[in-house]
C-alpha cells in the first residue's frame, strides 16, 4: 500500500519531479521531500520508465527523475511501478540498462523490486527465466524471489519449484553472474534439497569464480541453520530488504558536487587553460551524444561520435561549409541524395538538446583551432577496431564537401596530411600493403592534435605554430584506387573519395 498523499497542492508535487529532473548526483533533500509526495509523482515517474521501456534514449533529466523517482516510489510502497519497471529490466540494450542504472542494478535495483512488488509472482519469474536479460538484472532479482519467498509475498512452493527448474534447464551459461543470485535464493531460504545440486554447480564450474569461494557458502549455510524461524538477518545483512529511506539506501551514490568534479570536461592535457571551457561538453554529455547516436532514433546510416568529431575538425581546420549544408551529412552517410534519412526525435525537447550538444562540440573545436589551442580528438576506444580509424573516416568526409578546394591547395603538408589520414582510415588487413606497422600507427594518431592544428593555420594563411613542422607524417603508399573506401561508405575509394570529382592528392 502507498503512503497516503500528504493536504498539499499538485504544485509542490511538480516543483518535486523538477527538483528530482535537477539532481544529477544524489540530493538528500530533494529525495527526503519527495517520499511524502510519493503517490503524487507516480504517475509521471511511471510514464518515464514506459518511455525507456520503449527504447526511447532518454533526456539527461529524465534519466535523473527515473532513477532518483524509482526509489522514492519504493519507499512509498508503489506497486504500480513493478510491471512497467519489469518490462524496462527486460530492454535488451544491456548497455542502457548501465546507462540508467549504473552500480544500482548490482546495489539497490533487487531492493526497488521487493519494495514495489504487486503480487504477480509469474511477470518476475518469466523476467529471471529469459536469457535475454542482463545477466546482473537476473542476480539481482533472484535476490528479490528470495526475500519476497521468504516474506511469504511469494510461496515457497513457487519458488523452489522455479530454483529446481532453473538448475536442470540451466536457463543460464556456465560462469553467468545469475548462477550467483540462484545460489543466494537456494541457501538463504534454506531449501536444503538442493544443496547438492549448488556443489554440483561449483564442480563442473556453472557458479562463476572469484565472485565468492565454497568455504564462503559452506559458513553462510551454518548462519542459515543456526537462525531461529522467521528471523530475516541474513537478508537485512545482505540488503535483500525493501527500501524505507532513500537516503540511507543510497547513502554510496554520489552527490551533485562528486559528479560535477568527475563529469569535468575532457582534459586536454595542457599548461594553457581551455579557451573552449565555457562551452565544451563534459564527459557526461560526450556520452550521452554518443549513446544518442547509436540508439532507435538515429538513423543506421548516422556517423558515431568518433566520426561526428573527425567530420568537424575537417571543416573547422580547412575550407568553410555552411552548416545546413553539412549537418545532413552526419545523418545520412550513404551519400544518396533522395534518401534524407534523419534521426526520428522523441519530442521537441530532445531535438534541441541534440542540436546543441553538436553545436557547443563544434564550438570548442572552432575556438580551440582559433586560438592555437590543439584539440585532442574524440576517440571511442574499441577492442575490435583501430584507434582513429573512424575519426578519419569522419575527417574524409569533411573534406569530400569541399574536394577541390582541399586538391587544389598546393601546399605539401597539406597532401602529406591527408595522406595520413587516408592510411588511418585503412583497416589492419591493408597496413601492411600501406607500409605502415603499428608503431608507426600509434605515432600518427598522436601527432593528430598538433598537425590538426598546424593544417588549421596553414588554410587561413597564419604563421606556423610549430616550425620547424611536425616531423610525425606519412609519406608512404597511397591508398589503392580498389580498396574499400575509409570513409566507410562501402564504396571503392575510386567511386567515393577517391573518384575525379573528389580528388584529396
Not at 548516422?302 to 573527425?310: I, K, R, S
Not at 553545436?359 to 584507434?387: C, F, M
Request: proline share 7%; glycine share 6%; net charge negative.
Amino acid at each position: 500500500m502507498a503512503l497516503p498523499l500528504p493536504q498539499d497542492t499538485a504544485d509542490t508535487a511538480a516543483e518535486i519531479i523538477q527538483e528530482l529532473e535537477r539532481s544529477h548526483g544524489r540530493s538528500d533533500a530533494a529525495l527526503r521531500r519527495a517520499v511524502p509526495y510519493a503517490v503524487a509523482i507516480t504517475p509521471a515517474v511511471i510514464e518515464t520508465v514506459e518511455k525507456a521501456a520503449d527504447g526511447v534514449y532518454l533526456l539527461p533529466k529524465q534519466q535523473n527523475l527515473l532513477y532518483w523517482g524509482i526509489h522514492v516510489l519504493a519507499a512509498g510502497r508503489c506497486t504500480e511501478l513493478c510491471k512497467p519497471l519489469l518490462r524496462l529490466v527486460r530492454q535488451p540494450d544491456h548497455q542502457y540498462l548501465d546507462d540508467i542504472f549504473g552500480d544500482s542494478i548490482a546495489e539497490t535495483l533487487k531492493q526497488v523490486l521487493i519494495s514495489v512488488f504487486d503480487g504477480d509472482a509469474d511477470t518476475l519469474l518469466s523476467v529471471i527465466a529469459d536469457r535475454n536479460t542482463e545477466s546482473y538484472v537476473r542476480w539481482g532479482l533472484l535476490e528479490a524471489l528470495a526475500r519476497l519467498t521468504f516474506d511469504g509475498a511469494i510461496s515457497r512452493t513457487t519458488t523452489l519449484s522455479f530454483l529446481d527448474r532453473f538448475e536442470r534447464e540451466s536457463l543460464a551459461d556456465p560462469g553467468d553472474p545469475a548462477w550467483e543470485g540462484w545460489q543466494e535464493a537456494v541457501i538463504y531460504l534454506g531449501f536444503e534439497e538442493l544443496h547438492e545440486r549448488v556443489w554440483q554447480a561449483w564442480n563442473d564450474g556453472r557458479i562463476p569464480e572469484g565472485i565468492s569461494d565454497r568455504a564462503f557458502w559452506e559458513r553462510q549455510i551454518a548462519i542459515v541453520r543456526a537462525l531461529a524461524p522467521g528471523d530475516p538477518g541474513i537478508f537485512d545483512q545482505e540488503q535483500f530488504s525493501p527500501i524505507t529511506d532513500p537516503v540511507e539506501t543510497l547513502r554510496w551514490a554520489p552527490t551533485d558536487a562528486e559528479l560535477a568534479e568527475r563529469r569535468k570536461p575532457r582534459s586536454q592535457n595542457r599548461s594553457l587553460p581551455d579557451p573552449a571551457a565555457k562551452v565544451a561538453l563534459d564527459q557526461g554529455e560526450e556520452h550521452w551524444l554518443a549513446r544518442f547516436l547509436c540508439s532507435k532514433h538515429a538513423p543506421n546510416t548516422a556517423m558515431n561520435l568518433e566520426q561526428v568529431d573527425g567530420f568537424f575538425c575537417a571543416l573547422a581546420a580547412g575550407p568553410s561549409v555552411p552548416a545546413i549544408e553539412y549537418m545532413p551529412v552526419i545523418w545520412d552517410t550513404c551519400e544518396d541524395p533522395d534518401s534524407h534519412r534523419g534521426p526520428a526525435y522523441d519530442s521537441p525537447e530532445q531535438a534541441e538538446y541534440v542540436l546543441d550538444l553538436m553545436t557547443r562540440h563544434w564550438n570548442s573545436i572552432a575556438q580551440r583551432l582559433e586560438k592555437g589551442y590543439q584539440h585532442n580528438p574524440v576517440l571511442e576506444h574499441r577492442s575490435d577496431e583501430l584507434e582513429a580509424r573512424y575519426w578519419a573516416g569522419g575527417f574524409i568526409r569533411g573534406v569530400a564537401l569541399r574536394a577541390k578546394e582541399w586538391g587544389a591547395h598546393g601546399n605539401s603538408f597539406v597532401s602529406e596530411f591527408l595522406n595520413t589520414i587516408v592510411v588511418l582510415g585503412t583497416d589492419e588487413d591493408h597496413l601492411a600493403e600501406a607500409a605502415i606497422d603499428c608503431e608507426l600507427r600509434d605515432k600518427l594518431v598522436a601527432a593528430l592534435p598538433p598537425n590538426l592544428l598546424r593544417l588549421h593555420h596553414l588554410w587561413r594563411g597564419q604563421d606556423d605554430p610549430f616550425p620547424p613542422p611536425t616531423t610525425t607524417r606519412y609519406e608512404g603508399r597511397k591508398i589503392g584506387r580498389n580498396e574499400p573506401c575509409p570513409c566507410g561508405s562501402g564504396k571503392k575509394f575510386k567511386r567515393c573519395c577517391g573518384s575525379p570529382t573528389k580528388s584529396i592528392n
